[in-house]
């Protein structure tokens, strides 16, 4: 009987709470990424995610080594290449030689520096370029797989990843904003 109750008792419950109507508050959600933002980053993981994949199948020497395009070989050869660099490309920024431009490349800064060490200017220029290369292969390869990048300009997929670099960068190195004004990074900005 006990049961019974209960039962009856969880079911009228049930069917009063189904009957109230609940309706949500309107919440504007500000600083959200855009859907072009989000499968852009998405290709662009998924592309690191695939480099890992392919230098761990060859690393560990398996018979059934994937094969890949050479289109694939470049996109995870350019990978390989700026994780390579990436040490030495933030220690020239943190100098101010380099700092990430609104394009989504990166490029030299006015600094003494540079003008006083022509050896220390050359590798900076190899560093920038090489770096620059990279960023593009890797960005033309996001828009060939993404069919939302593909429809948009390459303008905007190359602001996207200028923001990602921006966010990315250090506080106190160099960035251009979108209106083109040059400042050091702060949590502000």
């Known amino acids: 009987m006990k049961k019974i109750l209960i039962i ?77 660099n990436k040490d030495e490309i933030n220690e020239y920024k943190r100098d101010g030689a380099i700092g990430e431009n609104n394009q989504g490349f990166l490029e030299k800064r006015p600094l003494p520096k540079l003008q006083n060490d022509p050896e220390y200017q050359k590798r900076v220029d190899e560093i920038v370029q090489e770096e620059n290369s990279d960023r593009e292969v890797i960005m033309n390869r996001v828009i060939e797989l993404n069919e939302q990048a593909a429809q948009s300009s390459k303008d905007e997929v190359y602001a996207i990843f200028s923001k990602m670099h921006r966010d990315n960068t250090e506080e106190g190195c160099w960035i251009q904003l979108p209106n083109g004004e040059w400042v050091k990074k702060s949590k502000t900005n």
């Not at 969880?10 to 959200?32: D, H, M, R």
């Open 8 to 84: 009856i008792g969880i079911g009228s419950l049930f069917l009063w709470v189904n009957q109230c109507s609940v309706k949500a508050p309107e919440v504007t959600v500000t600083g959200e990424k855009t859907a072009l933002e989000n499968q852009v980053i998405g290709t662009y993981e998924k592309i690191e995610e695939e480099t890992w994949l392919v230098a761990s199948v060859r690393a560990a020497g398996n018979a059934e080594t994937r094969k890949i395009s050479p289109e694939q070989k470049r996109v995870l050869d350019a990978v390989q290449n700026r994780k390579f």
